[in-house]
């Protein structure tokens, strides 16, 4: 039996953040992955002459985030690529313009005045608030939670005049934010179209934040991604955590987390070895620690894991052209991102087929054009590109996944005519082959749970005291089941690092026990509402 500090169950890359911190602490700590690569959903592979990220692609969080930039991971081989032309919205296939949004916040709003004259100026004030506040803000979100020590600045940035339109602000939906700032449709429509990288709804509260703050990362710092692939970040992580001196160890699943009373004691793999630990940190799904690797589990966490909601189900299509997608709208030529199948009215009909359980008739989709954004990605010429779209909850088949391809293809030709012609490496990515790949993407979701309101903060992954701590002792998830949520940010795997060094003081003890009690209260607790 092998004994170490630190067990990490997963090579994600909040699990190596969270064994890099550790291990820079002077602890022995091992990570166990199930793949055989690290990175988890940041990963990619080659595809005849095409380099295709297999899940996540574009990473400004990353590049904001502060507990990433503290790493220094260009030091380790990561560089990163970005264009521009950062992001396009195409709503109607006879629009031969489009709306863009530029690297340049003053080209940007250029373009929104030309549509709307005003917009321009209501589009650098939200620049410029975002400005005032992000350092804050970011530290507040990925630092900690709760977010005590971050929130004296955040308030002084925000200023007390304007905290409680700032909370009103954080709830609105993206719908209503956009249409009390905005008279013209092309602002309108880049809020909403980066809304939806999560899955809130556009007329739900939360969605307005989260798009401008998708917004305003693409006005910071871009949609940028790895030079050669998007896994050449979790290379970089698991470079930075070997140098710190972690092990890791791929193709090497942990089939169950050991616990003795109410103290985590270590985990057992799939070949028989048990390891020993005084911490284990899961950067795994919510279901799968408490429905897998844990015995147990008290009868309040099981309830209330009944009604945990994952995202949406995501089916992908990742092409390699021949040549760049015959766009007929300019805004999408050149450009990194393309959002594409609707304007902000018509996502709102499209979100509300998905929550009524029906197969959109017509896509809304999130488009990379990777070698726009990086060349290294296929020969020149040519393009690696991705399309993803949603299925409603509870449609995951693959007969649900072939019929939103094929409507998903129709959309690409009202808006890219000719495109089928170019296509010469396909490889199409369903909810089960999504789960098959990574067990941590459930029913084919990728962020971990829905990132609505009813799932965030303390209610995230269910009803508690949020953050990285569980019930047993010494044992923490670190993984987007957690506050923040989905990502490439690393905020899960720091806060679980931290969690799990500030319970090894005096005072982390202290207010540990208070915690326990409080969450056994809760946890032993069936829900009556």
């Known amino acids: 039996m092998t004994h170490y500090d630190a067990v990490i169950v997963g090579a994600g890359h909040h699990g190596l953040v969270a064994a890099i911190e550790l291990a820079e602490q002077g602890w022995q700590v091992v990570v166990l992955e199930e793949r055989d690569v690290v990175g988890g959903a940041v990963a990619h592979r080659q595809v005849g002459d095409f380099v295709m990220d297999e899940f996540s692609a574009c ?29 396009a ?48 803000l970011l530290d507040a979100l990925l630092l900690q ?16 005049s304007q905290l409680l339109d700032f909370a009103r602000f954080a709830l609105l939906p993206v719908e209503q934010l956009s249409r009390e700032r905005f008279g013209g449709s092309a602002a309108r429509n880049l809020l909403s179209g980066n809304a939806m990288h999560a899955d809130i709804p556009p007329d739900a509260p939360g969605s ?18 790895p030079r050669g692939g998007t896994g050449g970040l979790a290379q970089a992580l698991a470079a930075r955590a070997q140098a710190s001196g972690v092990q890791i160890r791929t193709g090497d699943r942990v089939t169950r987390i050991e616990t003795s009373g109410d103290r985590v004691q270590g985990v057992q793999t799939a070949s028989g070895e048990a390891l020993r630990a005084r911490v284990v940190i899961a950067d795994t799904s919510a279901p799968m620690l408490y429905g897998e690797l844990l015995d147990d589990v008290p009868a309040g966490i099981r309830a209330r894991m009944d009604r945990f909601t994952w995202d949406l189900p995501t089916v992908k299509l990742n092409l390699g052209l021949s040549a760049p997608m015959p766009w007929t709208a300019a805004a999408a030529r050149g450009t990194g991102v393309v959002h594409v199948g609707g304007d902000h009215r018509e996502l709102v009909t499209w979100s509300a087929e998905l929550s009524a359980g029906r197969i959109p008739h017509h896509p809304f989709a999130l488009i990379g054009q990777m070698t726009t954004i990086d060349p290294s990605r296929s020969p020149a010429g040519t393009e690696a590109l991705w399309l993803y779209t949603h299925l409603p909850r509870g449609l995951e088949d693959e007969d649900a996944a072939a019929e939103l391809i094929g409507r998903s293809e129709q959309m690409l030709d009202r808006f890219a005519p000719g495109w089928r012609d170019l296509v010469v490496e396909r490889w199409d990515q369903t909810p089960r082959s999504l789960a098959q790949a990574d067990a941590n993407l459930g029913r084919g979701a990728v962020g971990g749970g829905t990132m609505q309101l009813f799932q965030q903060a303390m209610w995230r992954p269910v009803t508690g005291l949020g953050g990285p701590r569980t019930y047993v002792r010494g044992l923490y998830l670190g993984s987007a089941a ?15 690092a931290h969690a799990a060094l500030r319970d090894r003081g005096v005072v982390g003890r202290g207010a540990g026990l208070v915690g326990r009690r409080l969450r056994r209260i809760i946890d032993n607790t069936t829900p009556r509402f």
């Open 59 to 87: 990473h400004p969080l990353a590049l904001a985030s502060p507990v990433l930039k503290g790493l220094e991971l260009e030091r380790y081989g990561l560089q990163w690529a970005r264009t521009d032309r950062v992001v």
């Open 89 to 136: 919205h195409l709503a109607d296939p006879s629009d031969t313009h489009g709306d863009l949004l530029s690297a340049d916040p003053a080209v940007t709003a250029e373009h929104l005045d030309a549509g709307h004259t005003g917009d321009g100026h209501q589009w650098r004030r939200l620049v410029e608030a975002y400005d005032s506040v992000k350092g804050p």
């Open 145 to 160: 939670w709760p977010p005590i020590r971050s929130l004296p600045a955040l308030v002084r940035a925000v200023g007390g």
């Open 208 to 225: 307005g934040i989260y798009g401008w703050i998708m917004t305003m990362l693409a006005q910071d710092v871009g949609f940028p991604s």
């Open 482 to 496: 957690i506050h923040p949520g989905g990502g490439v940010h690393g905020g899960a795997g720091h806060m679980a």
